[in-house]
């Protein structure tokens, strides 16, 4: 920088000033250094001052003495021989070495060059204060220097804010009472007169002293570092908004995130809008010019913490804009300094104002976020506290961050659209949320992940099976995103065919396994190793009052008995589907009325942490406390889902929850029977007269024909012993079981055919027909409707 000296008019200095760095690189360089060493400052700044000298090398070591004499080459090629002196701090940042020619300099004449040396600088401040730390000497009286003037006599508390006074004025008392200098400390300042501002210091200081050695007050000498400060402060703030915006892909969260950094480093009131469109993931409308440009207030901060009550609050709509230039240029995505005078002329609207102007607002600095030529809103700021009003620097460094903020707000709303599209996809892969029969009631739920994950390939699924029973599944798709939804609504359809087909849980995820090995072969190569599922199948008998189940790579389901006792059902479970060759093992266990069955997937067990076995008791623990207050399913299952809270989620989970009902007692009967053709009038007898007790004397015609041609069928071609069963639910449910494996086929008989027509009779006379196989033979069912 170029130092002045005691003003453009008057004649220059004899004595030289220079202000050199702790690696001798010249820093400053005053009027009359130029005029004694013949070189402008342009020349010698961010120089070596060993450059100047007619011998470098005769520097010991480098550098020069604190004082003494050296020859210096001047500009013109001359050389002349100066005095010098350096300040005596020599503190780690800079030193000021004093020079003037020898021929021009005796001893005696010292002390008034440095004191007119001192006191004639514009750009290093000199104060010399008495013991009590008023000012004696300033060359800051005439307001030269940056900041508030000093004029004598006055202290610090007179003209700089109260804080920063006391913690001034106690620096400068240790070195008054200690001797110990003061050496390139960094103080901040703000004025408590006009002109108001701030400002950052290095402040030097030395205790001064009489012939005696007594104490006469101290030497303050500072070079004003604001222009250094604020550039930091705009550095650290560029980088904490790198840093700290975008790292989420939550849309508010990131508005919250760019008032966060702004507020209270930049701005004393800071907010974001955004528009209407953008948070719920799709492109804002092309605007240009005023109107209502549906913007939303996402985000908001105050420095003096609650948001001011007149200002426009967070989550309301923002007012529509008048068509002028200012709005105009902020959709053309240029940034905007206004003043609260000519904001108010602009909107020409005093309560749209009392909205958009905090108390106290004096400087205002807005900026679009502009990405990918679409406007998604704005980030507005104020300054109130603050006096000094926002520069062209401010408006440089806001753009900047609000290009940055703007790709993590796009980011955001970009993975909001495709995470809404997933899970509305997967929604709607879902069954309805709640079934109801005489015999079991089921609640499933099912929750996307949170913090920025994608969306999973979580299932669960209850299917009616004849008979009153049901099938209770439960899955997980390996992988997260559209692909795994689709997986998983491919996997669900399998289910519900192979459970029609009335399978066993571990030959229905056999079957399973086959089709997602096929989908492995099916994908691209990459993403072969990332084709596969976990799955869980349990089929509820209430008749039998159990329940059959097997795994595919599965945690086992939670079995709440009406004891009170809840536990994870003993299981072997199967590899995981797509894995192939390994069988899957069947396990039954009793389900006794009033009991509850809950089935998840591993998304569940994270929610309560990342222990598999305690996560697992804790949510047992919890299950137990839900049946014992007595709470419906669906209450059972949200709490369920919402886990312990000490972690965002980071997986989707689905939870199915049943719970098991008691038949009435003479819902159920059932007979058995020798394979004797006489066999089948008594099986024909005792439907009729079951029926007739329970009042179904108009389903006696369809039934004793049903039973007949199953019975029949059953001695004739699969031997004994036949069992049949009845059931009265919201439907009858007859059952023949016979010890044979052979699957009973519908047939269309010929006109001269003298059988064939039995299976045909019954499927024409009942709502609906199947057969299913055990351990043992088979079971030929049948549906019929209620008469009456």
């Keep these: 920088m170029n130092m002045g000296d005691a003003g453009d008019g008057a004649p220059p200095s004899p004595v030289a000033a220079a202000l050199v760095d702790r690696r001798g690189v010249v820093v400053g360089w005053s009027r009359a250094a130029e005029h004694l060493a013949e070189r402008p400052a342009a020349e010698v700044l961010r120089r070596s001052v060993l450059r100047l000298l007619a011998d470098p090398g005769a520097a010991p070591a480098g550098w020069l003495p604190d004082s003494g004499t050296t020859r210096l080459r001047c500009g013109s090629g001359k050389i002349i021989t100066v005095c010098y002196h350096t300040d005596g701090l020599r503190n780690p940042a800079l030193s000021l070495v004093l020079a003037v020619a020898a021929d021009q300099l005796s001893e005696s004449e010292w002390d008034v060059a440095l004191s007119r040396a001192l006191l004639g600088q514009d750009r290093v401040g000199f104060v010399l204060r008495d013991t009590d730390l008023a000012v004696v000497r300033s060359n800051l009286a005439r307001g030269a220097f940056a900041g508030p003037p000093l004029p004598v ?15 001034v004025e106690a620096g400068l008392r240790r070195v008054l009472e200690t001797g110990v200098p003061l050496a390139a400390h960094e103080q901040r300042v703000r004025a408590a007169l006009p002109p108001y501002g701030e400002w950052s210091l290095s402040v030097s200081a030395v205790r001064t002293q009489d012939t005696r050695g007594r104490p006469t007050g101290v030497a303050v000498l500072f070079t004003d570092a604001t222009e250094h400060w604020q550039a930091e402060r705009r550095r650290e703030l560029r980088h904490r908004a790198s840093a700290g915006i975008g790292g989420t892909l939550d849309i508010s969260r990131t508005a919250q995130d760019i008032v966060d950094t702004l507020v209270p480093d930049f701005a004393d009131v800071a907010w974001v809008d955004l528009a209407d469109a953008v948070l719920t993931g799709d492109e804002p409308p092309k605007t240009f010019g005023g109107g209502d440009l549906h913007l939303r207030r996402t985000a908001a901060r105050s420095a003096n913490g609650p948001w001011p009550p007149g200002l426009l609050r967070p989550g309301a709509p923002v007012p529509a804009f008048p068509d002028v230039p200012m709005v105009r240029e902020l959709q053309e995505g240029r940034t905007i300094v206004t003043d609260r005078e000519t904001l108010d002329r602009g909107l020409a609207d005093p309560d749209h104002l009392r909205l958009a102007a905090p108390e106290g607002g004096h400087s205002m600095i807005a900026a679009p976020l502009f990405a990918r030529g679409l406007v998604l809103g704005l980030v507005a700021a104020w300054r109130t506290d603050r006096p000094e009003p926002f520069e062209e620097e401010d408006a440089a460094l806001l753009a900047e961050i609000a290009a940055h903020s703007a790709l993590g707000v796009d980011n955001a709303r970009r993975y909001t659209r495709e995470h809404r599209a997933a899970v509305t996809l997967q929604r709607r892969l879902l069954p309805q949320a709640f079934t109801f029969t005489r015999a079991i009631e089921t609640t499933g739920a099912y929750v996307p992940a949170s913090g920025g994950a994608e969306i999973g390939g979580d299932w669960f ?24 939804t689709a997986t998983m609504g491919r996997l669900r359809t399998a289910v519900q065919t192979l459970a029609d087909l009335e399978l066993t849980p571990d030959e229905l995820l056999t079957h399973l396994d086959d089709l997602v090995s096929r989908l492995a072969g099916e994908a691209e190569p990459a993403q072969r190793d990332v084709v596969g599922a976990t799955c869980l199948v349990a089929v509820h008998d209430p008749v039998a009052g159990c329940c059959t189940m097997a795994a595919a790579g599965h945690p086992p389901p939670l079995l709440a008995l009406p004891n009170g006792r809840v536990a994870p059902v003993t299981m072997r479970p199967g590899p995981p589907l797509g894995v192939g060759g390994l069988p899957f093992e069947a396990t039954t266990v009793d389900v006794p009325p009033d009991s509850a069955l809950a089935l998840y997937t591993d998304g569940l067990l994270q929610r309560y942490g990342t222990d598999i076995d305690g996560s697992t008791r804790e949510l047992a623990d919890r299950l137990a406390r839900l049946r014992s207050s007595g709470g419906d399913l669906s209450v059972i299952a949200q709490a369920l889902m919402a886990g312990s809270g000490a972690r965002p989620p980071r997986d989707d989970a689905a939870v199915l929850v049943a719970r098991t009902s008691a038949l009435e007692t003479d819902a159920v009967a059932d007979w058995e029977f020798p394979a004797d053709p006489r066999a089948v009038a008594s099986a024909r007898d005792a439907a009729t007269d079951k029926l007739a007790e329970w009042g179904l004397e108009g389903n006696a015609f369809v039934t004793e024909l049903i039973v007949s041609e199953l019975v029949t069928n059953a001695v004739r071609y699969a031997g004994g012993p036949v069992g049949l069963r009845m059931i009265r639910d919201e439907v009858l449910f007859c059952e023949v079981t016979d010890p044979s494996n052979t699957q009973p086929r519908m047939r269309r008989a010929r006109t001269s055919d003298e059988g064939g027509r039995g299976l045909f009779l019954v499927a024409q006379l009942s709502r609906r027909w199947g057969s299913r196989y055990g351990q043992t033979g088979k079971t030929i069912w049948v549906e019929q409707e209620l008469s009456g």
Excluded at 154 to 160: E, F, Q, Y
Aim: glycine share 12%; proline share 5%; hydrophobic share 45%.
């Design 153 to 167: 006599g006055s202290r610090l508390s007179d003209v700089m804010h109260p804080a920063d006074a006391a913690g």
């Design 461 to 484: 699924d209850a299917i009616e099976l004849p008979s009153l029973r049901t099938a209770l599944v439960v899955g997980d798709v390996t992988g997260h995103g559209l692909h795994a």
